[in-house]
């Protein structure tokens, strides 16, 4: 079992509806959640990162952590087609933990349709 | 702004050659990272530096190795580069809290084909 699990999709939705993408993860250590968006041919880029449980908001998008089920979410209000991407979850330990590396997900490829 | 360079956004490279791929990042972090991503794979960790001078093997070194002489430099070499290296390469800086990266910010990518 890989410690992070993320649907590879695709996810086809119509514009204007809401996105929801998830992973969950098995290491109860992960303090640290990260969304990546990455666009066809170029590097991931750093959309959301949350500590340790709850909510946070940017815009349209909002993370969400579910530490008790360790489950982790991204919304997406009002999806556009520049939306399109494929969003990949990253997560890393907490304080004592030695490890430098981020634990990624296989990414999940969305399209919005117009 | 945050800046991470790959040398080059495509390259063709022969069997057997041996090749080199440079990465320079501007924002003075400890951390740096060599990924490959292959479709349905995802990212896959090849090598990681916490400092200069400093490496460590991530979950597929093999055929890899690396070099980071100055803090804002990391090079991933390919000693002997072969048809199944053919790959998106991606390198990461890192911000770190104590020994944790809790942040990447990623350059282009270069995607490397060897024929």
């Known amino acids: 079992q890989k410690e992070v699990e993320q649907d590879p999709g695709p996810l086809s939705v119509p514009e204007g509806a809401i996105v929801s993408l998830n992973c969950t993860y098995s290491?109860?250590?992960?303090?640290?959640f990260m969304w990546y968006r990455q666009y066809s041919r170029k590097g991931p880029e750093l959309l959301m990162y949350?500590?340790s449980s709850g909510n946070k908001e940017d815009g349209r998008f909002t993370a969400q952590v579910d530490k008790s089920s360790k489950y982790i979410s991204l919304f997406i209000r009002d999806s556009q087609p520049s939306d399109s991407a494929t969003y990949l979850c990253?997560?890393?330990?907490?304080?004592?933990?030695?490890?430098?590396?981020?634990?990624w997900g296989a990414g999940t490829k969305l399209i919005i349709k117009p | 702004d945050v800046k991470v360079t790959q040398s080059s956004r495509y390259l063709v490279k022969r069997t057997g050659e041996k090749v080199f791929l440079e990465c320079v990042q501007d924002?003075?972090?400890?951390?740096m990272f060599w990924y490959r991503q292959d479709p349905g794979l995802g990212l896959r960790l090849i090598y990681f530096?916490?400092?200069?001078?400093?490496?460590e093997k991530g979950d597929i070194p093999e055929g890899y190795s690396v070099s980071r002489e100055k803090k804002e430099r990391f090079s991933l070499i390919l000693e002997s580069a072969s048809t199944n290296q053919t790959s998106m390469y991606l390198c990461?800086?890192?911000?770190?809290?104590?020994?944790?990266?809790?942040?990447?910010?990623f350059g282009q990518g270069t995607r490397l084909t060897v024929v």
């Open positions: 290491n109860s250590a992960f303090q640290y």
């Open positions: 949350t500590y």
């Open positions: 990253a997560m890393s330990g907490g304080p004592g933990d030695s490890n430098y590396q981020l634990i």
């Open positions: 530096s916490y400092d200069v001078k400093m490496k």
């Open positions: 924002m003075d972090h400890e951390n």
């Open positions: 990461a800086s890192g911000i770190p809290t104590g020994r944790l990266t809790t942040e990447a910010f």
